[in-house]
Structures are given as C-alpha cells and as structure tokens.
C-alpha cells in the first residue's frame, strides 16, 4: 500500500524554525521528484518546495525562498523541509507528494499523506 507520513509540525513563534518530515511506504522515493505543499484555512493547497529525484534540484516558491530549504535521503525514503525564520503567514497543514515533474512539482500523482500542522504564532 502506498503511503506517505508528514510529522515534525507544531506550534511555534514567529521567527523560529521547525522540520518537517515525510516518509514513504509501498514505493521507493528516489524514483519521483517530491513537492511540499500548504494549504492555509479557506484558501487552496500551494506549492512550496519541489527536489528532484536525484535531490541535485530544488525550487521554491518566493515567500520561503532563503528561508526553507528541502532534502531528502533516499537511504530512509524520507524527504525533509527545513523550516526557518517561521511567519505567522507560514501557518498551515504542509503535505508532501511525489510529482511527475522534477522541474517544480507542478503535477502531482494524487497520493497525499494526513499532513502535519504549523502553527506560528506569539
């Protein structure tokens, strides 16, 4: 059974960092660029970061470029997000995914995990 796990969020003030992780079962990462994505209460999922199969290739989308950065460690099956300088517009249920497209995670294959919350707030 394909499966992915988000975890590493939580609560944390404005300026601090968090790490997210997100592990996969049922198939093997390193095939498939993966993309993290946020979706923010009553607006749409978004992408944030994007690292191809290799992990030689990442994106970003502007509001957390210099600010998050992603990996991955194909060994664990595990792809990471670095979190820093959290803002209270960073609040959201972060999800990852494998994408077909290793230039930016522009498609997805619709497998989602339960997703992690983050909240950043005084």
């Known amino acids: 059974q394909l499966q992915l796990v988000e975890s590493g969020g939580g609560l944390v003030q404005p300026g601090g960092s968090l790490r997210l992780s997100c592990a996969a079962s049922?198939?093997?990462?390193?095939?498939?660029?993966i993309g993290w994505f946020r979706q923010a209460p009553g607006k749409e999922r978004e992408g944030v970061s994007c690292?191809?199969?290799?992990?030689?290739?990442?994106k970003y989308a502007d509001s957390v470029k210099g600010r998050f950065t992603m990996s991955r460690d194909n060994a664990k099956n595990t792809v990471y997000l670095q979190m820093n300088s959290l803002k209270p517009e960073d609040t959201a249920v972060y999800y990852c995914?494998?994408?077909?497209?290793?230039?930016?995670?522009?498609?997805?294959?619709?497998?989602w995990g339960q997703g992690t919350q983050v909240t950043v707030s005084s």
């Open positions: 995914a494998p994408s077909p497209d290793g230039n930016g995670c522009s498609k997805t294959f619709g497998i």
């Open positions: 049922g198939f093997a990462l390193d095939y498939y660029a």
């Open positions: 690292i191809s199969g290799s992990g030689g290739r990442t």
